[in-house]
């Protein structure tokens, strides 16, 4: 109800994901309890899901709102060792350090349908 989740279209590392907040709010703390409450649920089926899609060995909840001023997360898993999907690597340049946001691969429309599909099969059904 208060929360929408997206693939980011450049990919950070593999499975990297826009966690963001459906209503107007432009500071963490004007989101309401219940969207709080909702959070809770939300993120343990994200980590639940791209862990089952490619086990990451680490997630980092990043919150900007540099060029988007409305409350959303950079959803970024960390790998030790590049990920592969499809034809392509995706390897995680800063590890084991910050993201390298710099670093992101940017996917064409049509992989990117392919990958948001293959994370929607590994997504919790709860």
Not at 10 to 38: D, N, R, Y
Not at 102 to 111: H, N, S
Request: proline share 10%.
């Amino acid at each position: 109800k208060h929360w929408t989740v997206l693939l980011r279209p450049a990919q950070v590392t593999l499975g990297s994901l826009i966690l963001g907040a459906k209503g107007e709010w432009l500071a963490f703390s004007q989101i309401p309890p219940q969207a709080f409450a909702e959070l809770a649920h939300i993120t343990h089926c994200l980590e639940t899901g791209l862990k089952n899609f490619s086990a990451y060995d680490r997630i980092n909840y990043l919150m900007l709102m540099m060029v988007d001023p409305h409350d959303h997360f950079h959803v970024i898993p960390r790998y030790a060792a590049p990920r592969r999907f499809e034809d392509q690597e995706f390897p995680d340049t800063g590890w084991p350090g910050q993201p390298n946001l710099a670093g992101a691969i940017p996917l064409p429309p049509e992989a990117q349908a392919r990958l948001r599909d293959a994370i929607r099969l590994a997504w919790p059904q709860d």
